[in-house]
């Protein structure tokens, strides 16, 4: 069976600081889910833990009181609406999540390719070679880590932010045999991959390159779902459905792929 597209389980509200915007707020997220037919949608505003040492100034003030100030989430008979968050991953290799708060959220998601906040993620000057080693160091510190992977996905992992102008580079210097290593790690701790590279704009060598690791990932056994990280009304939600169909065509996804997170819900 064909994977159905029934979900958007990474999107951002006014609470993230990188939104801010009134527009993105529950209720609306909820209409938008609606009005794509999404059985399952999760908001997951950037956060870092006040329990956890190390905080950004610019991520000091989204706590999980910050964010939790969109609780209640407005719920229909059509949408399940859950709460999660995005945490982060420090230079240091310090997640931005407590256990405590990690148990109060029905889904989260880590970032290891947040590697444009330089002085916090990573140094800052740091050149492609060493892009593609912090590449799979950060993922694997997170796979050894002991963590309710049933319920976190690892996060845009083809996204620019791995090096702005260069992250095609970067990707093309991993070797397979550590996609197939890192990921056969992912499948056997059950996290989930997450699917949301913009495909209708990529073609040739570029959408080649950024396939590759996702299709060593399925061969590997990892089970995906999507997310949209849609900041604004006016992003990626207006095209979330095509650009998710279009997707699961390339990587020829059926409904096994998807996480069982989603299929036990």
Avoid at 211 to 219: G, M, S, V
Wanted: glycine share 6%; hydrophobic share 35%; charged share 25%.
């Amino acid at each position: 069976m064909r994977y159905i597209t029934d979900h958007d389980i990474h999107i951002h509200s006014m609470k993230s600081y990188c939104s801010g915007n009134p527009a993105q707020n529950p209720a609306a997220l909820l209409a938008y889910a609606e009005k794509n037919g999404y059985r399952t949608l999760c908001v997951t505003d950037h956060m870092w833990d006040s329990a956890v040492p190390g905080a950004s100034d610019w991520y000091a003030g989204q706590s999980y009181e910050h964010i939790s100030e969109n609780l209640p989430l407005p719920q229909s008979d059509k949408v399940k609406f859950l709460f999660g968050c995005e945490t982060e991953l420090k230079w240091d290799m310090t997640l931005g999540i407590s256990p405590a708060v990690m148990d109060k959220l029905d889904w989260f998601i880590i970032p290891t390719t947040h590697m444009h906040i330089g002085g916090f993620t990573v140094g800052g000057d740091e050149g492609i070679e060493e892009r593609a080693e912090l590449w799979c160091k950060r993922l694997e510190t997170v796979l050894d880590m002991d963590l309710p992977f049933h319920k976190i996905g690892i996060a845009h992992l083809t996204c620019e932010h791995i090096c702005r102008g260069h992250h095609l580079e970067v990707l093309d210097l991993i070797p397979h045999s550590e996609y197939h290593r890192l990921f056969a790690k992912a499948a056997k701790v059950g996290v989930g991959i997450e699917l949301n590279f913009y495909s209708l704009d990529l073609t040739g060598e570029a959408l080649e390159t950024t396939l590759l690791p996702y299709r060593i990932a399925k061969e590997e056994g990892c089970k995906f779902y999507f997310g949209s990280d849609s900041h604004h009304p006016d992003e990626q939600m207006h095209t979330s459905k095509e650009n998710f169909e279009h997707i699961v065509d390339l990587l020829e996804l059926k409904e096994d792929d998807k996480i069982d997170f989603l299929k036990n819900l």
